[in-house]
């Protein structure tokens, strides 16, 4: 087999900037060892996250010399709409600014207060969507999802089991949706397979509970669906995308993702009542329902994204550069969630650093010293980000303690890669000296974003 180099050549570029480990060791205190709260100008290379990071296309570049910022009905939500139905296949379509606002909009109109939404792991603006309108999120995914080193390929599927149990429980009254992702960040960015995705249909059709997709990474999904799963090996992953969405009532995207643009988000559906209503509430907190919260532009790019983002060259060198980095890091014996992700590598923080205890926040602790090692990126995704049960108060204990190492799309280059393994192995031979962190500020919600700690 030949190597393969990533299918784009570079136009324009962004000088980056070194920096002594002195320098970093200031900036890190100054940002309470949080890497969201560092400033990008300190690092080197960003791993934060894949979204709204991405590099546009020249394509799509010149898709915003083309943007009509009309106030109502612009050309460029016309085109979008169109590129929603052929490539999603949903007949409705609702623009706005990202991903979570259409989270807002959904749970606002499904959710009443005293529901259930059943969903394949949480994510954090998802669920605090979720929450704030009254509902609670029940875990509905497998097991295996919850073992770092479990292998099995489709750790995103859903327990049917577990889902059934909650239904006969609580009643598909009171359940407005079922909340799939995939692939499931959370989890390691674990796709589900289209096998488990018709049993979830099959299941809320026989209770009359609808299912909806966070349909962000759902490129990644149909990909990791044409490698592993049998009878799908020939199709594309357009065809792949096009029957995954077929079994959905609606979707909702943060178009920062998948579709390789900076900002935009969407929702789309087959049920005419719920657009309706979306397409109404868009109006009070995004903006009219034909730029919800964008510029024209920005909508061409979108658009011009999604034709992109299902081409094999694209979507497969994405996945494969996230692949070349977990082969690197296991070369290293460094812990990580297996299989590799769609969208990053998760460090297995419990397993880096076992002589912390949950309660010393491991992966921030990681996450920070990475950073001071060599101003390499990466996000806490563990105790910090699943926050407090908003009922108790309580912590809620992820089992998964990871830091994330997040590619944006078409940014990187295989050699930025060799210099960030490089700088987790150095902080791996020398993992007995981090001591863990203690919180010393914590906003309400989605405390990640914002909270500070201190070294112990
Ligand atoms: N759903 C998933 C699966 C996501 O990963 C995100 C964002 C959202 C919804 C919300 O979209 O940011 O456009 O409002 N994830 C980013 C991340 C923040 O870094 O994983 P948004």
Request: hydrophobic share 35%.
């Amino acid at each position: 087999k030949r190597s393969w180099a990533e299918p784009y050549k570079i136009k324009m570029v962004e000088p980056i900037k070194m920096t002594t480990r002195e320098y970093r060791e200031k900036c890190a205190k100054e940002a309470g060892y949080n890497t969201f709260l560092l400033k990008s100008e300190d690092v080197y290379i960003d791993l934060l996250t894949d979204s709204g990071t991405n590099a546009m296309s020249d394509y799509q570049w010149a898709g915003l010399m083309m943007g009509d910022e009309a106030y109502a009905g612009s050309r460029n939500f016309y085109y979008l709409w169109d590129n929603v139905k052929k490539y999603y296949g949903m007949p409705y379509f609702v623009p706005t600014h990202q991903g979570r606002a259409a989270e807002h909009i959904i749970s606002k109109i499904m959710i009443k207060p005293g529901d259930f939404i059943p969903g394949n792991m949480y994510f954090t603006t998802t669920r605090v969507h979720q929450e704030l309108a009254g509902g609670t999120f029940v875990d509905v995914i497998i097991d295996e999802a919850h073992e770092a080193q479990n292998e099995h390929p489709f750790k995103g599927n859903i327990d049917l089991q577990k889902l059934e149990d909650l239904i006969k429980k609580v009643g598909a009254k009171k359940i407005p949706y079922v909340s799939m992702a995939g692939p499931v960040n959370m989890a390691g960015g674990q796709p589900f397979s289209m096998q488990n995705l018709k049993e979830v249909y099959a299941l809320t059709k026989k209770y009359g509970v609808k299912l909806w997709f966070d349909a962000t990474r759902a490129t990644e999904n149909a990909y990791f669906i044409q490698q592993r799963e049998k009878g799908y090996e020939n199709k594309t992953v357009a065809q792949i995308l096009k029957e995954m969405c077929s079994y959905f009532d609606g979707i909702w995207v943060s178009a920062k993702k998948d579709l390789m643009v900076n900002i935009g988000g969407f929702l789309a559906t087959r049920n005419k009542k719920v657009y309706e209503e979306a397409r109404n509430m868009v109006v009070i907190y995004e903006g009219l329902h034909s730029y919800g919260g964008l510029a024209g532009r920005d909508m061409e790019a979108m658009a011009r994204g999604i034709e992109e983002m299902v081409r094999p060259e694209n979507i497969s060198s994405r996945v494969r550069q996230v692949e070349y980095c977990g082969k690197e890091l296991e070369k290293f014996n460094i812990p990580l969630v297996k299989p590799y992700g769609g969208h990053a590598i998760f460090l297995d923080a419990k397993k880096f650093l076992p002589h912390l205890k949950q309660d010393l926040f491991p992966a921030q602790s990681l996450a920070a010293e990475i950073y001071i090692d060599s101003g390499v990126r990466g996000m806490e995704r563990g105790l910090v980000s699943s926050g407090r049960d908003p009922k108790t108060g309580e912590q809620r204990y992820p089992k998964l303690e990871l830091v994330r190492l997040t590619f944006p799309r078409r940014v990187y280059t295989q050699s930025h890669i060799d210099v960030m393994v490089e700088s987790i192995a150095e902080v791996y031979d020398k993992r007995k000296s981090i001591k863990g962190l203690k919180m010393v500020y914590e906003p309400k919600y989605l405390r990640f974003f914002q909270a500070r700690f201190e070294k112990i």
